[in-house]
DNA sequence: GCGCCATGTATAG
DNA sequence: TATACCTGGCGCA
């Protein structure tokens, strides 16, 4: 379940359970199994992410990528190991981390590697500002949008524009801004961009602080409305996403679903519209 | 139990 | 644009 929040509390969380710790690293499925033995025993010094990227250091100075793709897991463990061992895995673990106190299984990965620091660099630079980091320069991405015709829908789930949005961000960040996902990058002005920005950043933190996705404001929430929480795998409160043909939490218009960048966007026809005609006095 | 779909991306055609 | 990756939850028999 990865957008950019999931591997900012990954990094954040397996830091805090192994850095500074000797760990035992496997590989139980065997596709992992090579690099595994080379940082078997190895001081897991920090882990970090970079919009969807996981980088995880070690003290010999290896360097293992992760990216989890659609479907991968990495569940981390605390508390103190039985007798000091983990478990036996379930199912296909490509990468087991064991420490004193805490054990961690890597599953359905699209790319676990080691890498070196070139190609740590070559990825990071391929990826846009990152909301989440402190270092993040939202201006490469305003540069790039400001003279995109791309729909903005497109640019946001381009992480060489912006790394770290998803599906869902993209979705709920366009509704909570009100703009239409199919406007023209270079059609946004410099304020709106600055809006969406602080927006994310406000979003992600708060995905990073209660570990799902939620976007829905106060004013907006079940409670407030008086409707059903919403029953989803992933767990949040969200307008438009996932909702389509039902009806928009603000105005009531029906949600609408299409393909774009590959994915299946959601927006309100009504509340997105992208000529919004102005009130007569 | 089965088939579909999903918070993603790389690669082939 | 289509497919591969290869996991898990859900709706439906």
């Known amino acids: 379940m990865p957008e950019g929040h999931t591997l900012f509390r990954l990094a954040r969380d397996l830091s805090a359970a192994f850095a500074g710790q000797r760990v035992v690293v496997s ?12 940082l078997n025993g190895d001081v897991l010094e ?11 250091d070690f003290a010999g100075g290896q360097t293992v990528h992760i990216h989890l793709g659609l479907y991968g897991s990495f569940d981390i463990h605390a508390g103190d190991l039985q007798a000091g061992e983990a ?30 620091d070139e190609q740590r660099e070559r990825i990071c630079d391929g990826l846009g500002p990152d909301p989440l980091r402190s270092d993040a320069d939202p201006d490469r991405a305003w540069r790039r949008i400001k003279r995109s015709r791309q729909p903005i829908g497109q640019l946001l789930m381009d992480q060489s524009v912006l790394a770290g ?29 600055d809006a969406l920005w602080n927006d994310l ?65 959601f927006w309100c026809p009504r509340c997105q519209r992208r000529f919004r005609s102005r009130a007569v006095g």
Request: proline fraction near 5%; charge should be positive.
């Open 87 to 116: 478990p036996a895995p379930v199912g296909q673990v490509r990468l087991r981390i064991v420490g004193p106190s805490a054990y961690a299984d890597l599953r359905g990965a699209t790319a676990c590697e080691l890498v070196t």
């Open 165 to 193: 949005v998803g599906n869902v961000y993209r979705a709920e960040v366009l509704f909570r801004q009100r703009i239409d996902p199919m406007r023209p990058g270079h059609t946004l002005r410099r304020a709106q961009f």
């Open 27 to 38: 590989s139980p499925q065997g596709r992992f199994a090579d690099a595994a033995d080379l």
């Open 46 to 56: 920090s882990a970090e992410s970079w919009g969807k990227h996981l980088f995880i």
């Open 201 to 265: 950043v406000e979003l992600l933190a708060e995905g990073v602080r209660v570990g799902r996705i939620d976007t829905v404001r106060d004013e907006h929430t079940p409670e407030a409305m008086g409707r059903a929480p919403r029953k989803d795998d992933h767990g949040g409160e969200v307008y438009v996403y996932r909702r389509h043909e039902q009806a928009c939490h603000v105005c009531g218009a029906t949600v609408r679903t299409a393909v774009l960048a590959g994915r299946n966007l």
